[in-house]
Every structure is written in structure tokens, then in C-alpha cells.
């Protein structure tokens, strides 16, 4: 089994639970956030969506012990687009408390990043705080990815729609995504190339709707700027954020000048 298939298993069960939890999750309100979309699009700079990353099944402990609120308003300072907080527990010691501990403190864009094949997972989302969700198009099929698109759409959520081949990246184009971000990890093997970014890249809609985000695997300014030259106009970065010493001048590092948008 991939792990891809065992952190799908363990979400059926999660979904499972939520389902039955639903009357006892807490809903707050919280500020009006700006749109990823246009934070994206505006900037002549390539755009850093800064992750909370505690761990992750590839690389094992990465920070158990961070305080989400902490590194999240440092990611805030130094110009982050938008904080990425994993709320998937079993495999990346996230949980939707440190979502809603970092919306409490920052008023950017929050991408919820979790696993999701279910609405429940969706308002629990916002409920907690997220104005954008992930669906990854590896985990879901072509009528789950159309619903769940639409469902995030009508909540007023922004949607991040993850690719790994080109395949599914025309899968997200046809269901409407403006928002695509390509995972240089395969969540099948782990392996993570850049060269993924390119070649998606190579057959991206590139224009005024629709923006590339290029994931995973940006430690280095040569990294970004090899994406940004691909077309990329945001990176996510977990890792190498959260082992940094100094977070905000590693996002700053990243901050290229975009060159690559065919626009
Ligand atoms: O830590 P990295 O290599 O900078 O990667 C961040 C982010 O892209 C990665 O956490 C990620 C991308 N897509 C995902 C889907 C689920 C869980 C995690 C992810």
C-alpha cells in the first residue's frame, strides 16, 4: 500500500468520527481575509505560502514542539502571502487547533492542508478558520473532485487544487480551478523533483485566471528562482521554513522576482 492509500484509509475513519462529532464543533467568526488568488496575481514578486509543519511521514519530526501562533506571525511579518497550517494528525502531528490558533493571530490568507474527500472536512475547515482549502486530485475521483469543488466554491472558501502530472492537471482545469498548485513530492513514493513544476508548466493555461503555485522541495533562493523562471508565481514551503533559524529571512530569500508568467 502507498502511503497515499494508508493516510486515505485512516481519513475514512476520521470522516467517520467527524460525522458523529459534528454538533460539537465551535464556530467562530473571524476576520475577512484577503484572496490568495489576488495576493498571487498582484505581486511582481514570487509569492511564499508558509506552512506549519510539526513533522511528516517522509521525514519524521520536523518540530513537535513549535508554537503555531508564534511561527505563523513570523511568516505574517515577513511577507508571506498566505500561512498553510496541516491539520491531518495521524501522519503530520497537525490538528484543526493549530488552525484556529493561527487564525486567531494573523490576518492573511489561511489554507487549511489536509486530506479532504468530504464536505464535513470542509466546514470543519471553516469552522476552524481556513478561507482556502487543498484538494489533491491523486485522492479523489473526477465526480468527488467536481463536488467538493463546488461545495468549497458556495462556503466562500478559495481552493487550492494539487497535480502531480499533467493528467491531472487538466483534470483541474475542467472543474473550474483557478488555483493550481503542483506537488514536486509524489505523495505515492515521496520522491520530489522541481522538474514536475516544469512539466506542468510546459502545458499551463497561463493567464489572467488561473495562477501556478509550485509545492514542496524550496530550500534555496535557486530553487525559487528556477520555479518563478518556469512560470511559478508562489512557492509552499514547509520544511526548510520550520528548521530555519531565522524563518523570516528565509521567506524573504524567496521572495524572487517573478520572470517566468507567459502573461
Ligand atoms: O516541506 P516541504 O517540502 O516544503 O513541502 C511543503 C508542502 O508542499 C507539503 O507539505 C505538501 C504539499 N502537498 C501536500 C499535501 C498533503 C500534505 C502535505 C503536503
Not at 494528525?89 to 490538528?95: E, I
Request: net charge neutral; glycine share 6%.
Amino acid at each position: 500500500m502507498t502511503i497515499l492509500e494508508r493516510i486515505l484509509l485512516s481519513k475514512r475513519l476520521e470522516v467517520k468520527q467527524m460525522l458523529m462529532n459534528v454538533e460539537n464543533v465551535s464556530r467562530e467568526t473571524f476576520v475577512e481575509r484577503p484572496t490568495l488568488f489576488a495576493a498571487l496575481k498582484n505581486a511582481e514578486q514570487l509569492q511564499v505560502i508558509s506552512e506549519i509543519k510539526r513533522a511528516s511521514p517522509s521525514k519524521g519530526e520536523i518540530a513537535f514542539g513549535v508554537d503555531p501562533s508564534v511561527q505563523a506571525q513570523i511568516y505574517e511579518k515577513s511577507g508571506a502571502a498566505c500561512i498553510s497550517v496541516l491539520t491531518d494528525a495521524p501522519f503530520f502531528k497537525g490538528s484543526f487547533a493549530d488552525l484556529s490558533a493561527v487564525a486567531k493571530t494573523v490576518q492573511i490568507p489561511i489554507l487549511c492542508k489536509d486530506f479532504i474527500i468530504h464536505e464535513v472536512q470542509i466546514d470543519r475547515a471553516k469552522a476552524a478558520g481556513a478561507s482556502v482549502i487543498l484538494l489533491i486530485v491523486a485522492a479523489l475521483n473526477a465526480e468527488s473532485l467536481l463536488r467538493l469543488y463546488r461545495y468549497a466554491m458556495r462556503l466562500g472558501l478559495e481552493v487550492i487544487v494539487e497535480v502531480h502530472d499533467r493528467n491531472e492537471m487538466e483534470q483541474a482545469i475542467t472543474v473550474g480551478a483557478r488555483i493550481v498548485g503542483v506537488n514536486n513530492r509524489d505523495l505515492r513514493t515521496f520522491e520530489v523533483d522541481l522538474r514536475r513544476t516544469e512539466e506542468i508548466a510546459s502545458r499551463f493555461p497561463f493567464g489572467d485566471q488561473h495562477v501556478l503555485i509550485s509545492e514542496s522541495g524550496i530550500w534555496h533562493p535557486d530553487d525559487a528562482r528556477r520555479v518563478a523562471a518556469y512560470g511559478a508565481e508562489a512557492v509552499l514551503v514547509g520544511e526548510s521554513l520550520m528548521r530555519s533559524g531565522d524563518a523570516g529571512e528565509a521567506i524573504r530569500s524567496l521572495q524572487v522576482r517573478k520572470v517566468g508568467a507567459r502573461v
